[in-house]
Structures are given as structure tokens and as C-alpha cells.
């Protein structure tokens, strides 16, 4: 199962960018065996000052047709890492070729885009830069890809 990371705005060199492709290329390593992966990150943003619609427009042509939505907001669900990398699993198991992470701009994500997701995912309560957002999802994608390896990573 391939997986996008659709994400407004640009991650420009430092350490977040080190972060995130230091765990990106971990779960493509671990997930490879597991048939999940390679992750893509789809950078899109919109310079003529659209607002949340405008970035709406922009991330959804960025995602595979077919692909599973899934929004990062705060709004969505709290999981803990366990339950995770298993929704990702039942997603793969299910026969989803490609599932599509959507990280909005400063602003969030258009109500309208929250609404057609087929799921939404909470880091908590507290609102998160947006870039840290990245670092985060692609450290949590490796940790899946982990569990589901019965790799020692995670330790709960």
C-alpha cells in the first residue's frame, strides 16, 4: 500500500527535514516486507492567497483517485501507536493501494475536505506546527510498520 503525504507549504532544509526523512526511509525499509509503502511526500502550496479552499483544491488533486483520506486535525481520533499501525494493517489488508495523509496550512483544513475523509487522525488536543505534524506522522509510520514486524522499536 502506497502512502502519500499530502501536506500544504514547503519543508525546507534543518532538522525537521532530518527527522522526517531519516523515519521516512526507516518505514520504507520496515514496511517494504509488510507491503506497505514507499511513503511520498506531496508538497502543494497556494501562492495566490486562496485560503483554506484554495489549499483544499490544491490537496485533493494531489491525492491518488481511489486512495483512503486520512486528515490530520485535531479534531480526529486519538489513537494510541498499537491501534494505529492495526488500522493501517486492516487498511493494507483490505486492499487499499494507496492511502493519503492530509496535513493542512496554518489555517487547518477546509470543512468541506474534513468532511469527504474517510478518516481523521488527533496527535491531541493541542494544535501542532504544521511542519512538526510531518515529523511526527512519518515517525508514527515507521512505529506501525514496526509493531506489525514484531520489530523491538516500540516499547509499551
Known sequence: MRVQICAVGRLRKGPERDLYDDYLTRFDRT???LALGPAQLIEVEDKK???MAAEAALLERAVPDGALICTLDE???????????QTLGRWRDQGRQDVSFIIGGADGIDPALRARADASLSFGKMV????????MLAEQLYRAASILAGGPYHRS
Open 49 to 51: 492567497g486562496g485560503g
Open 75 to 85: 479534531r480526529g481520533k486519538l489513537m494510541a501507536s498499537p491501534d494505529f499501525a
Open 31 to 33: 514496511g517494504r516486507a
Open 128 to 135: 501542532w506546527p504544521h511542519m512538526l505534524v510531518r515529523v
